[in-house]
């Protein structure tokens, strides 16, 4: 299938036969023509080769993001736990304060998976690439303000407090719901049915 990107310059290069350090043009040398047709030909190919699949991709777009879905599962499920177990407003917040920077953490793991990845051989490939990416930085960021508005609570009020954590995970709910990713509405229709079918996204 076309991509957007524009092809590298090997792909689109058209001049004259490149000279070597003595001067002489490659087709005056001794290489049989046949061999450097070949040779050049291979070049060309691997130069202006697409990207992967929209199996691939989706293969692998799936394996970056179910280990970031348990993490984010795993880690709730803890911080639970504690809030719970703790005592004190302060101690809260300091379980608080391990969730939202492991999920931050866990969330810019899954992003970095996903644009190594790189982009779909699809039409329309690079956008939705770079609409994964932008939603999975935009749930890191999400993560990482819920994060610096529970660090700024105080804790001497216990009510004012949890009234605080309540208000930003609220926030946080909101703009999750905003970025999630929905690979329904993929634009591709190639990549919807990659991601309904690889076994890495079921």
Known sequence: MGRSEPEPAACAWSGSATRGRNGRTLTGMRTPRRLLT?????????ACG?????????????????????DIASLTARAQQQMAAATTPAQARENMLRLLEGAQQATE??????????VPDVD?????????QHALAAMRDAYARARTAVDVL??????AFYDGVEAAMA????EYGRGALDTTKIS???????????????
């Open 154 to 159: 105080a804790t001497g009020d216990a009510d």
């Open 109 to 118: 793991t899954a992003r970095s998976r996903v644009e190594a990845a790189g």
């Open 188 to 202: 591709s229709t190639e990549l919807r049915r990659a991601f309904d079918e690889v076994p890495e996204c079921r």
């Open 38 to 46: 070949v040779l050049l030909v291979g070049l060309l190919l691997g």
């Open 171 to 174: 926030t946080l709910t909101e």
């Open 124 to 132: 329309g490939g690079s956008a939705v690439a770079q609409e994964f």
């Open 50 to 70: 697409g990207g992967p699949t929209p199996g691939v991709w989706a293969a692998t777009v799936c394996q970056a993001l179910g280990p970031w879905r348990s």
